[in-house]
């Protein structure tokens, strides 16, 4: 029962913005087609989307992690757990040559 409990409130619901009225329009021809809901499909789509560019932003941490001198890892665990801050200019940490 516990482990049910923490996966609903892992799974917290958010919004977006209005979509346009054109992209409103192929999202409901879209959901039609594939014979789902909008919020199903909008889900799916974005899960889609998001797995098409896990690459760049793990690659995007990574850069952001040597600017801080930290792992990947810690920067992950950072952003997720909300500690992960804007840097100073004087807060950059100098890359290795062995990097570039």
């Known amino acids: 029962m516990q482990l049910l409990r923490l996966n609903v409130a892992r799974r917290e619901r958010f919004s977006i913005s209005a979509l346009g009225e054109y992209y409103l329009d192929l999202l409901t021809i879209d959901?039609?087609?594939?014979a789902r809901t909008?919020?199903?499909?909008?889900n799916s789509?974005?899960?889609?989307?998001?797995q098409e560019r896990?690459?760049?932003?793990?690659?995007?941490?990574?850069?952001?992690?040597?600017?801080?001198?930290?792992?990947p890892d810690e920067m992950w665990f950072q952003i997720l757990k909300g500690e992960a801050q804007d840097l100073s200019p004087d807060e950059i940490q100098p890359?290795?040559?062995?990097?570039s």
């Open 45 to 50: 789509l974005l899960c889609g989307k998001l």
């Open 95 to 99: 890359l290795d040559e062995s990097d």
């Open 31 to 34: 959901s039609w087609i594939n």
């Open 38 to 42: 909008a919020a199903t499909q909008a």
């Open 54 to 71: 896990e690459d760049r932003i793990k690659n995007r941490i990574a850069y952001l992690a040597k600017k801080r001198g930290i792992s």
